[in-house]
């Protein structure tokens, strides 16, 4: 019973007509919707009619502008990606426009198309010279990972280009173009192509059938072209006097059926459609039932006396190029519209998709004025086509080995217990497993069994069967007597079918959102003769009625899913004017026939659409040449033929597309092979088809003419260097092939001449293909002029013949595909390409092979370093170690050969062969590579080759020459010895031998720059100390540059044993302006001539240097100035270079080199250890207590004697006699950072004003004079394996003791861990993740206050870290534990990096109670929250600190700060871990789920797997952007407090509502248990109106220390923490709150 409140009575003109959008049917049929109530569809004339659009040559556009061409100039567009100064004119004319002509729309005057070489993008097109800026797109090596990058940058270039040039056009796109979620983004290969959908808003309400597109080739924008674009009044209604509501009343009264409230197919949305003036709209004034409506009386319509004939004779023919309507024909379109600019009105509607009682598999969608109530349209959206096991090929219809069951055919990426098997059905799991016919990409629902998916549970492998084709009566839902009642033919045909119509398509379009998701197909749905489309899902028949099971027929299966690929690509709807002739052509690529459905048809009937087929028998043949009449189904024949069937009409541009392959390219001047010319339309059909709105439209002559017009994307996507105007390289062939139909545009249009590829290569690769265990090895002979080779795959009955998969692209002569199914035979191909996608020189022949369990190898030479040699060197060798696995039993002798490439001049290698015997697992072989005489500068790759029985591997690595300066000598020039030319060393030779005037003498003395240092005089030569040579080199022998480990080495001459002698090492990074920065102390170790050597990393700087000071006894100094002491300098040059750093801004990004010195590592190695170590002294640093050292003092070296010798402890109010001769002019800037381990050590004072004594492990009570406080140093600990500081003060700094990774560095006394935590050993040092150093200091973040590290105050952690590329792949977890003796590791929060390279991040925290704690951080690679969490990138360490006693809390609160969420892949959404009183998710949770256009990031972003709705348009339909929660009311008060326990918290969700918001309501939950969810409500909140919308709530926080809010934004349904609509988003946020009083 229909209930109904309205009252007033309605009386409306009713105006239809047939169709707009005809259902795409495999074929019309006339009884498919009687007694449906689609029997009801039409469309009304004046909207109808934009279906054509006329198009016509203009010399300007007086409609708009009133400028003529020549006056359209350009003006300069203010933007990053370059300058502009071309005028309209110059671009038509270069475009190839008659007399400067330009394409419009003859209805409105607006340009339709404009064809260009604007450079706007950094790219290879012709006249392109923009260049990406420092730190953008330049640095990637990865397309994919900058897709999204370069997505955004392009959209900004081309919406600049539209903001400048609007008024030139006539058009406002400031305030029509590119609104939030309407603009679509295709991006192709490297980016070689972008294009560009637009669609139009007015006033934020989306306007039907109005785009602007851009295409952008090679970086130039090439074509811009606007859609049914006319001036919509600023005065237009955007507010409607009907209910949505209203609107469905309208559509029930009018079907005469009742439909179901609170369900429909879409959502309601007001929305503008343009309507064609001039056209007569057939009418009938019929009475409506009483009905009211909350907005007043508005007009209706009714059917219920309107008869089958009046209906009939309404829907006439649909003559593409007539309208029967307005009594015109196309070839007097420029008559028709004499009053250019006045061919659109407007009108403000609903459009809405009611559910109707008795309805089946329609989805009706109707057009309902919003004002009027008037229908203008009311149609049916349905799109009807209308492991392994047994399959048809092709077709059940029996003929040949393509159209019969073929047993044991591998079921592709298919659900297998826990694992999705491989393109060969392959997986790894043993035993009993339950397998479904359902996967990642397909999923079949049989309604032989209710719908239900296939499952078998089997053992050591799935065989879902099959019997003899169609043995019985009720073939349709035979089964083999397992898998349940689902495991059908058609199920096993469409799961295999589907997914590899799908992997085919994904390799050519890798970025479609779409492709990555589940299809649904439904099978044996009790009907026959026809398959459908219905927005979502694939349907398909039983057999009957004269036709066979549609379920089992191939072509039906793929152009089914050429309907989804065309609603789901750039353009993002069916083409017009049909989406048939797509469909087909997806079908007829994929199986390589013209032939649709071959078997369509059992009862002896062919084809008869676009033409009577010969043989066809299926729905029709789209090859010319098998159809009677013999030609070219024309435009033309299709406007007196067709009458409305898209079928008909789609034949039209599919016949075009498929002559292009058939013939056009295998004959005349092109005549490639048939691969060749497959591959080719393939590869133009998948990028042009993407954006294609119209495929043609206008009379016959212009009807190719349209922005994306077929013929027009195929020219764009065969362009070579982002000019159509100068040709491309298969024009001629596109052209003749759309031109033969009629679907060309004039060339006084689009001049047409082949052009581009030059040095193409000509001659074919010859391919050798080796099995080996479910894979196969691939090579090729090399092709000249080929820039990279394409690999492709086909496998099947129908052998080479058909479409490929699209394996990869590769610069080498080798390939391997992998996870097959072993005793199945693959066919290859390889495609030589040119300079750019589009050139293609001749295929392979096809490779045929069967991967088998055979005995095999693999080799690996890879290696993270670069093997250098420096021409300067030679000869010289170097070795690599490549490794071979033997596989299956291989045993023999495997030859070795190594191939360096043409561009290294000068290497030569060598390989040594290796035997495998039975059992062994490895083998190693050295490869040697040698330079030799002749040698240049060049860089290139070697390439082993590995040779065993027929088997061949291979594997590479690069090389490079350079030509370094190599050894240089120092001369004396201003004050010091000097290497004026950067090279691999330094050597102060014999310019610094002996000391001062006395002692050798010293040539030049005292050798010091600014003689601020004066050598002692007192002793003897080479009897008493001197410092007579400084070396200095770099580790790896290439030349000394910035960032490289040098190595100092100090000749000395030690007095007696040594044991009183030490030598302070310094550097500085500006020779000239030296400010000396402390590196070490390394003791003499012995007498007489002895080398002592430190080690450490070059900062920036040209002109460097490094001194040191040798002294008896003494305290570390640059200048301690003893009667026996010396100071001498070396300076040296170094290569300059530009450290790769972050662009960030990010306010805690450091400079290079952090403000802590030393900044870069000291590493110690003494030639020799003391030889006369006391009895008494001890091997590792004793236990202290704090009392016992002193304060604030650089780390040195003590004096080693015996217990009996002389006294060497001096105060600081020695008498001048014991204190050095000249005080240092310059001090250590910061505290000493290492010390030899093999010594114990003390800190005297920082002022050289005030040093204190030399005070050894076991020196006397006078320690206990010393005072705790100030930064500490921290040594390492050998009792508990981690830097430590023993004393309590400021700060505590482990210096360099950190940097490193284990072997990467290397890293002192790795891992630096108290638990013994290993690092990972994989990646190369500073390059990949390291921690650097890790500071501990008193006081919040921003805190400048000086106390001393306080239990129950808070405290910072400061980590350096070296982060891995961009960063945004990088955490660093933070730790402590109260006692470091037996650390429980209590977790503080994770941080990212702002960016690659040297990073500091900082956290702060509250002491706990402990007098000796520790920090730990954690710095990984992905992978999950751990306090030692397991990765091969991955640094952990530790520092140990002493923390003074104090309160439990601290005596003023610090200020709670904001925190930013980052996302956490253990509990799978975004956390703050630190205490604060905010956490923002900031973009973490932007958009929803990952098929709406814009991908969530790390959907679903619940901490229950929630999954979020897949329908709709980002920034169209419901998402949640952002969520924060903030201490205090919402109103803000308590918002300065931080987030505590049974306190008030806010929270804010950013949300994005649909329409006007009506039907939006967003759900809040929270929870105090984020390992076991149990979601509390709060409350639910509308938004405010449609767009982005901020809506808040405010709640009391429970207790717990990690909690979580939940927002559920739905669309209708009911209050639910998980509503699962298909428009719903769920989002979590997780963060900690403090515990409360």
């Known amino acids: 019973m229909k209930i109904s409140t309205k009252t007033t009575t309605i009386k409306a003109t009713l105006q239809f007509l047939q169709i707009v959008r005809p259902v795409l049917a495999l074929i019309e049929s006339p009884t498919l919707k009687q007694n449906t109530v689609a029997e009801n569809e039409f469309v009304a004339a004046s909207l109808k009619a934009l279906e054509f659009t006329p198009y016509t040559a203009m010399d300007s556009l007086p409609a708009l502008t009133g400028l003529d061409l020549a006056e359209m100039q350009i003006p300069s567009i203010d933007n990053p990606f370059g300058p502009s100064g071309t005028s309209i004119a110059e671009t038509t004319n270069s475009g190839g426009g008659e007399n400067g002509k330009v394409t419009v729309d003859a209805r409105t005057g607006v340009l339709s198309t404009l064809t260009m070489s604007k450079p706007i993008l950094p790219g290879n097109g012709i006249g392109n010279n923009l260049l990406w800026s420092v730190g953008s797109m330049q640095d990637s090596d990865d397309i994919h990972g900058q897709h999204h990058d370069l997505e955004k940058i392009s959209q900004a270039a081309v919406r600049n280009w539209f903001d400048e040039n609007q008024s030139l056009l006539g058009i406002n796109s400031k305030n029509e173009l590119f609104s939030p979620g309407r603009t679509r983004t295709a991006i192709h290969g490297n980016g070689d192509m972008i294009q560009m959908s637009i669609r139009r808003t007015f006033k934020g309400i989306p306007v039907v059938g109005s785009r602007a597109t851009a295409t952008i080739k090679m970086g130039n924008l090439i074509n811009i072209g606007l859609e049914s674009w006319g001036t919509i009044p600023d ?139 008037k229908i203008y349209s009311f149609i049916d959206k349905v799109d009807y086509f209308n492991a392994k096991g047994s399959v048809y090929p092709i077709s059940n219809d029996g003929q040949g080995a393509d159209g019969t069951l073929q047993q044991d055919w591998p079921m592709p990426y298919m659900t297998v217990g826990s694992e999705l098997t491989t393109t060969g059905g392959n997986y790894n799991q043993a035993g009993n497993v339950t397998a479904k016919l359902s996967g990642e990409y397909v999923e079949m629902r049989d309604f032989c069994n209710s719908q239900n998916v296939a499952e078998v549970t089997q053992t050591d492998g799935i065989n879902w069967g099959g019997n003899a084709a169609r043995a019985s009566s009720n073939a349709d839902c035979e089964v083999p007597g397992f898998g349940d009642d689902s495991n059908t033919h058609a199920s096993r045909t469409g799961f295999y079918e589907l997914n590899k119509m799908k992997e085919i398509a994904r390799s050519r379009l890798p970025k479609n959102n779409w492709l990555k998701g589940q299809l649904v197909a439904k099978m044996n749905r009790e009907n026959s003769c026809n398959a459908y489309w219905n927005g979502s899902t694939v349907n398909f028949y039983r057999e009957g009625s004269g036709c066979g099971n549609t379920g089992e027929i191939a072509a039906v299966f793929d152009h089914e899913w050429g309907h989804g690929m065309d609603a789901n690509d750039v353009n993002g709807g069916i083409a017009f004017p049909s989406g048939e002739g797509i469909a087909d052509l997806y079908s007829a690529l994929r199986l390589n026939d013209s032939c649709i459905g071959r078997g369509f048809y059992n009862d002896g009937r062919k084809c008869a659409t676009g033409g009577e087929c010969k043989i066809c028998t299926g729905v029709r043949d789209i090859d010319q040449a098998e159809k009677k009449n013999g030609g070219p189904w024309t435009h033309t024949m299709s406007n007196n033929k067709c009458g409305s069937s898209v079928h008909c009409i789609g034949v039209v541009y599919s016949e075009a597309v498929w002559d292009l392959y058939k013939r056009k ?22 990028i042009a088809a993407g954006n294609i709105n119209t495929w043609f439209t206008g009379p016959p002559t212009f009807s190719g003419c349209g922005s994306q017009s077929g013929y027009r994307a195929y020219l764009e996507a065969d362009d070579d260097d982002g000019d159509l105007t100068n040709g491309t390289p298969h024009m001629s062939a596109i052209f003749e092939a759309f031109n033969d139909h009629e679907i060309a545009c004039p060339t006084y249009q689009i001049p047409v001449f082949d052009s581009g590829c030059p040095n193409n290569p000509q001659t074919q690769p010859e391919i050798t293909a080796t099995p080996v265990n479910m894979g196969v090895q691939l090579s090729w002979t090399t092709v000249s002029n080929s820039v990279e080779y394409e690999v492709l795959r086909s496998e099947g009955v129908m052998q080479c013949s058909q479409g490929k998969v699209l394996l990869g692209k590769t610069t080498g002569n080798t390939f391997e595909d992998s996870g097959l199914q072993n005793g199945r035979e693959y066919y290859y191909i390889v495609v030589p390409k040119g300079v750019n996608d589009a050139c293609y020189g001749p295929s392979s022949d096809c490779a045929a092979v069967v991967p088998s369990a055979q005995p095999y190898f693999t080799v690996d030479c890879s290696d993270s370093s670069v093997i250098d040699f420096d021409v300067n060197r030679v000869p010289a060798s170097v070795s690599r170690q490549c490794v071979v696995t033997p596989y ?3 045993t023999g002798s495997i030859s070795v050969e190594c191939n360096p490439t043409s561009t290294l001049m000068g290497i030569q290698c060598e390989g040594e062969s290796v035997f495998i015997k039975a059992g062994q697992s490895t083998a190693t072989c050295t490869i040697t590579i040698s330079i030799v005489s002749g040698a240049e500068m060049s860089e290139g790759s070697v390439t082993m080759v590995a040779r065993g029985r027929s088997i061949e591997r291979t594997s590479s690595f690069d090389v490079t020459i350079t030509k370094g300066g190599g050894p240089q000598q120092a001369i004396f020039e201003g004050g010091s010895p000097i290497c004026k030319k950067h090279g691999s060393s330094c050597d102060s030779v014999s310019l610094l031998d002996g000391r001062g005037l006395n002692l050798g003498p010293e040539p030049n003395q005292p050798n010091i720059r600014g003689n601020d240092c004066i050598d002692g005089s007192s002793g003897t030569y080479h009897e008493d100390e001197s410092l007579d040579k400084i070396f200095v080199r770099s580790l790896d022998d290439k030349d000394m540059t910035e960032g490289s480990l040098i190595e100092v080495t100090a000749t000395v001459w030690a007095w007696n044993y040594g044991d009183t002698d030490s030598a302070d090492f310094y550097y500085t990074s500006d020779a000239l302006n030296p400010e000396w920065l402390y590196i070490g102390t390394v003791p003499a170790g012995g007498g007489g001539a002895r080398e002592l050597k430190v080690q450490y990393i070059l900062p920036e700087g040209e002109l460097q240097a490094v ?102 402890f ?39 004003s005030s040093q204190s004594s030399l005070l050894p492990s076991w020196a006397p009570s006078i320690i206990e004079t010393m005072v705790n406080g100030g930064p500490q140093t921290a040594i390492f600990d050998n009792n508990i394996g981690a830097p430590r500081c023993f004393d309590v003060g400021v700060e505590c700094n482990p210096g360099t003791l950190m940097e490193g990774r284990a072997s990467l560095g290397p890293e002192l006394s790795s891992p630096n861990t108290i638990d013994g935590c290993r690092d990972g050993t994989v990646g190369k040092y500073l390059r990949d993740e390291s921690i650097e150093r890790v500071v501990v200091r008193a006081g919040d973040v921003e805190s400048t206050e000086e106390m001393n590290l306080t239990e129950g105050m808070r405290a910072t952690i400061t980590a350096t870290v070296y982060a891995w590329s961009s960063g945004q792949d990088d955490r660093a977890d933070f730790f402590y534990a109260s006692n470091a003796a037996n650390p429980t590791w209590e977790f503080l929060g994770t941080l990212i990096p702002p960016s690659g390279g040297l990073q500091e991040l900082k ?110 348009t980002y920034h169209s339909d419901e998402s949640i952007d952002r969520i924060v929660v903030k201490s205090g009311e919402i109103d803000g008060t308590g918002s300065d407090a931080a987030l505590t326990s049974h306190r008030r918290a806010t929270i804010i969700a950013s949300v994005f509502a649909f329409g006007t918001g009506t039907n939006d309501y967003a759900d809040f939950y929270y929870t105090n248990n984020l390992e076991n969810p149990s979601w509390t409500y709060i409350d639910t909140v509308s938004p405010a109106g449609g767009g982005v919308q901020e809506l808040k709530v405010s709640y009391d926080l429970p207790q717990g220390k990690r909690q979580a809010v939940r927002v559920n934004f739905r669309y209708r349904g009911s209050i639910s923490p998980c509503s699962g609509g298909n428009y719903d988003d769920h989002d979590d946020l997780a963060f900690t709150v403090s515990p409360g009083i």
């Not at 490639?672 to 059909?685: G, K, M, P, Q, S």
């Not at 600081?1212 to 250590?1228: E, F, K, R, V, Y």
């Not at 956490?1464 to 871990?1473: E, F, K, Q, T, V």
């Open 1403 to 1512: 956290m702060a925290y509250t002491l706990p109670p402990g007098s000796l704690q520790a920090v730990r951080v954690g710095f990984r690679y992905k992978g999950s929250l751990n306090a030692c969490s397991p990765g091969n990138y991955n640094d952990r360490d530790d520092l140990v600190f002493s923390v003074a006693s104090g309160t439990s809390a601290p005596t003023s609160a610090p200020t709670p700060s904001n925190h930013d969420a980052i996302y956490d892949s253990g509990l799978g959404i975004p956390i703050c871990a630190q205490f604060g009183n905010s956490c923002d998710s900031l973009s973490l949770l932007n958009s929803r789920g990952e098929s709406i256009g814009i991908s969530e990031e790390n959907a679903p972003n619940t901490l229950d797997s929630c999954k979020d709705g897949a329908s709709g």
């Open 888 to 890: 299956d039993g291989w």
């Open 235 to 373: 005065d237009f209604g955007i507010d409607p006097k009907l209910s949505e509501d209203d609107a469905f009343e309208v559509l029930s009264e009018f079907s005469g059926r009742d439909y179901v409230r609170g369900r429909e197919n879409c959502k309601p949305e007001l929305q503008i459609i343009a309507l064609a003036t001039g056209v007569e709209e057939v009418s009938t004034d019929s009475s409506l039932s009483s009905v009211s409506s909350v907005n007043g009386v508005f007009d209706g319509l009714k059917l219920t006396d309107f008869h089958e004939a009046d209906r009939l004779q309404l829907r006439g023919h649909r003559n593409l190029g007539k309208s029967e309507r307005a009594g015109s024909n196309h070839d007097d379109v420029d008559n028709k519209f004499e009053n250019i600019g006045d061919g659109y009105t407007y009108s403000l509607v609903w459009k809405i998709c009611p559910i109707f009682f008795g309805q089946a598999q329609e989805i009706m969608e109707g057009y309902v004025d919003a004002h009027t109530s």
């Open 665 to 686: 390219l295998q004959q005349g001047q092109f005549n490639y092979d048939e691969n060749t010319a497959l591959e080719i339309v393939t590869r133009l059909t998948y």
């Open 1210 to 1248: 001096t105060s600081p109010s020695l008498s001048p006699s014991q204190s050095p001769s000249a005080p240092p002019t310059t001090t250590p800037s910061t505290n000493p950072s290492y010390l030899p381990t093999f010594t114990s050590f003390f800190t005297p004072s920082i002022s050289p």
């Open 1107 to 1208: 001194r040191i000071n040798f002294r008896y006894k003494g305290s570390v100094s640059v200048c301690s100035g003893g009667n026996y002491d010396e100071a001498d300098e070396l300076a040296f040059t170094v290569v300059t270079k530009t450290p790769t750093r972050s662009t960030s801004s990010h306010s805690s990004a450091p400079s290079l080199y952090p403000s802590y010195t030393p900044t870069l590592r000291p590493s110690l190695k003494p030639s020799t250890l003391p030889s006369n170590l006391p009895s008494n002294a001890p091997s590792e640093f004793p236990s202290l207590s704090s009392s016992a050292k002193p304060s604030q003092t650089p780390s040195v070296t003590p004096s080693l004697q015996s217990s009996s010798s002389p006294s060497i």
